[in-house]
């Protein structure tokens, strides 16, 4: 399945910019960022679960926030970009 994961975390302290670096290292272990808190990600239900965890044992739900968008079996359909960062295929080879 499609999955957009997006986050917002609170950097005010030391300990909230350490989180921010651990959720995206999180996130690029399952996807491609495509914005400086945006990934998109191409995953089976299970890694779906334990990316979930991963991310939750993370962040400080007090402070933070994860938003997690299942785009569907159709998804090049839904998506388009403007500006500078084009869109890739996230079927594809992955640019490192």
């Given at each position: 399945?499609y999955v957009l994961i997006?986050y917002?975390?609170?950097?005010?302290?030391?300990?909230g910019?350490?989180r921010?670096?651990?959720?995206a290292?999180?996130?690029?272990?399952?996807?491609?960022?495509?914005?400086?808190s945006?990934f998109?990600?191409?995953?089976?239900p299970?890694?779906l679960?334990?990316?979930?965890?991963?991310?939750?044992d993370?962040i400080?739900?007090?402070?933070d926030?994860?938003r997690?968008?299942?785009m569907?079996?159709n998804?090049?359909?839904?998506?388009w970009?403007?500006?500078?960062k084009?869109?890739?295929?996230i079927?594809?080879?992955?640019?490192?």
């Amino acid at each position: 399945m499609y999955v957009l994961i997006t986050y917002d975390v609170n950097t005010e302290d030391k300990a909230g910019r350490t989180r921010l670096r651990k959720v995206a290292k999180e996130c690029v272990n399952y996807g491609q960022r495509v914005q400086n808190s945006v990934f998109e990600c191409l995953l089976d239900p299970a890694q779906l679960k334990i990316l979930e965890k991963k991310l939750s044992d993370i962040i400080e739900p007090k402070k933070d926030s994860i938003r997690f968008y299942h785009m569907g079996n159709n998804y090049k359909e839904k998506i388009w970009s403007l500006g500078v960062k084009t869109s890739f295929d996230i079927e594809g080879f992955l640019n490192v």
